[in-house]
């Protein structure tokens, strides 16, 4: 054995084995399989990192990222209005004032609705709730664990004592705190809107300037894929929650269900919540319609939220919205959980177009309408290959 002799043994290489060995690659360990999957572990642990600091950075200036996000959303919105206009030869300062006085009225109108409504109802409403909360306890009492009336009156008086302690005036000065945050970026998109609405077209083209070539190309077209998917994204869905809102009112208000425009409305701004928000205004309608009409109208009034959420999600999506920009559902719930843990509910209300978005910028990234080379499809023979040789 070469181990126990005392002469190294001679070894002759022919010429191909020398050509051969002075080509190939140095041995590393970063050059096997578990070399490369180390490498590949830094690099998403990086990648991770990078999304984490900038959600954290997002996270700490969201009185300017919300209000920008938002205001891109509605200028993406109104996109088509503002480029009629101007073809039409109206100045860009006169069309955004135009678009923004029609949804200031728009929203002034909606308001004026849903308070009159409520004021008209309220008082029957009230005494029906009160009515209905009085059934609830007497039912309860009937109960055998129905809590007693010295447990009632303890928990009242720990309510009283909540809300006469620092802690809940600390809550109200938070709640005060809130609300000025929230007028605050409500100018501040008002403003960035009226900025993006007028002059759009040139801070775009400002941003591109350092694109050149085929860079310039596809960044170009991602910028115009995103303002379509973002525009048709809110206006496919505004189409369908009005749709939906007239559906439900016309089934409340031949049920005689109070506050039946209220809660429309109500359903129309949920509806921007995919499957979340349809589900909870049917709830809340059932639940008035419980308090106010019976059990058996609740229950007439959950078929009916069911029927127009079928008409809503067989025809009216696919036709308004188009199959290209339509989210599988597991991936909107799962979107709609990451956006809610955060950005509350902002974050619950922009998850799903942002991530239309994305979705819009892959199937446009290599062409027009070339997916990046990953997002491909399979074609058919590829995919019977595969099949072939698993079988």
């Known amino acids: 054995m070469g181990l126990f002799r005392r002469a190294p043994q001679e070894v002759t290489l022919t010429s191909r084995e020398v050509e051969l060995t002075a080509h190939r690659a140095p041995w590393s360990l970063w050059g096997d399989a578990f070399g490369r999957l180390a490498i590949r572990g830094l690099q998403i642990i990086v990648i991770v ?23 891109l959303i509605f200028a993406s919105a109104f996109a088509p209005v503002m480029t009629w206009m101007r073809r039409k030869g109206v100045p860009s300062i006169l069309a955004t004032l135009l678009t923004l006085l029609t949804v200031v009225v728009l929203l002034t109108g909606l308001g004026w609705v849903i308070v009159w409504a409520v004021r008209d109802q309220w008082d029957d409403l009230s005494s029906q709730a009160q009515g209905g909360f009085q059934q609830l306890l007497d039912w309860v009492n009937t109960l055998p664990f129905a809590p007693t009336s010295a447990q009632i009156d303890e928990w009242m008086g720990q309510l009283g004592d909540f809300v006469t302690s620092a802690q809940f005036g600390s809550g109200a000065l938070a709640g005060v705190s809130a609300v000025a945050s929230f007028v605050t970026g409500l100018v501040l998109m008002v403003v960035i809107l009226f900025f993006f609405l007028k002059d759009g077209p040139r801070m775009w083209e400002f941003l591109l300037r350092p694109f050149h070539g085929t860079s310039y190309v596809r960044a170009r077209r991602i910028g115009d894929k995103s303002v379509q998917v973002l525009g048709s994204y809110v206006r496919g ?4 929650a009005f749709v939906d809102a007239v559906g439900i009112l016309i089934g409340l208000l031949i049920l ?30 059932a639940l008035v319609a419980l308090v106010a009409n019976g ?56 998850a799903v177009p942002l991530t239309a978005v994305v979705w819009g910028i892959i199937q446009v990234w290599d062409g027009p309408d070339t997916p990046a080379r990953w997002a491909r499809p399979k074609k058919r023979e590829q995919r019977v290959a595969a099949g072939d040789a698993t079988a």
């Open 49 to 71: 990192a990078i999304v984490a600091g900038a959600i954290w950075g997002i996270r700490q200036v969201t009185v300017v990222v919300i209000p920008l996000i938002l205001a």
């Open 237 to 240: 869905t505004a189409a369908v």
């Open 256 to 285: 005689q269900v109070p506050l039946a425009i209220p809660l429309a409305v109500l359903v129309f701004l949920l509806a921007f919540i995919p499957i979340v928000g349809a589900v909870t205004a049917g709830a809340l309608a």
């Open 295 to 350: 059990p058996v109208i609740a229950l007439i009034v959950v078929g009916v939220v069911i029927a127009v959420n079928q008409l809503e999600g067989n025809f009216l999506q696919p036709v308004l919205m188009g199959r290209s920009m339509k989210l599988h559902s597991f991936v909107v719930l799962v979107v709609l959980a990451g956006g809610t843990a955060i950005g509350g509910i902002l974050g619950t209300l922009l």
